[in-house]
């Protein structure tokens, strides 16, 4: 079975410092990992994913994330925080070989950025 | 492409009561997906289509729940005799999927929340 956890409900940090919030999974075989980010009263907008190829993707916003494979880790960065990138931020998996393409997603970060 | 639509935006409705929900994909996407979120938790699986086709159904979604996607395009999720249990945010989402196995990303609806009083 398909997993995610992330294991920060929210990440509190300072305008202009750089942000990092924390994504596992688990799946049986090759994993496709995704990012994406709500705003209240939204869908999810997908920020990056992984398929394969180089670990690090980078994505909308300036957004980038680091596929590891030896820690089963999806970690979501940015080098410069903006107010404006708070918001609430998920995880989500999905196994190579279902064919229902379906994501299986993490409970969610809530991202604070502070002037 | 104005993206995957959902309505209503806002459903409430005594216990009891039915409800139906309507999802219009991103016109050339061939796949499409209907998940549950509840507050302070990720968006779960329901449900998805190919065309027309409903090829999986979590168990999730019990007997009082329904989807369809009747011509391929636009798709229902009804919900009879609903429960308390039943208030959250129905996510639409959407994606396409080419014969090299290529699939996009999901592309997701504003969601439409119902709460049952």
Known sequence: AQSVAQPEDQVNVAEGNPLTVKCTYSVSGNPYLFWYVQYPNRGLQFLLKYITGDNLVKGSYGFEAEFNKSQTSFHLKKPSALVSDSALYFCAVRDGRDSSYKLIFGSGTRLLVRP | ?117
Request: with cysteine.
């Open chain 2, 1 to 117: 492409d104005t993206g995957v639509s959902q309505d209503p935006r806002h459903k409430i409705t005594k216990r009891g009561q039915n409800v139906t929900f309507r999802c219009d994909p991103i016109s050339e996407h061939n796949r499409l997906y209907w998940y549950r979120q509840t507050l302070g938790q990720g968006p779960e699986f329901l449900t998805y289509f190919q065309n027309e086709a409903q090829l999986e159904k979590s168990r999730l979604l019990s007997d009082r729940f329904s989807a369809e996607r009747p011509k391929g395009s636009f798709s229902t999720l009804e919900i009879q005799r609903t429960e308390q249990g039943d208030s959250a945010m129905y996510l639409c989402a959407s994606s396409t999927h080419d014969r090299e196995g290529n699939n996009s990303p999901l592309h997701f609806g504003n969601g439409t929340r119902l709460t049952v009083t």
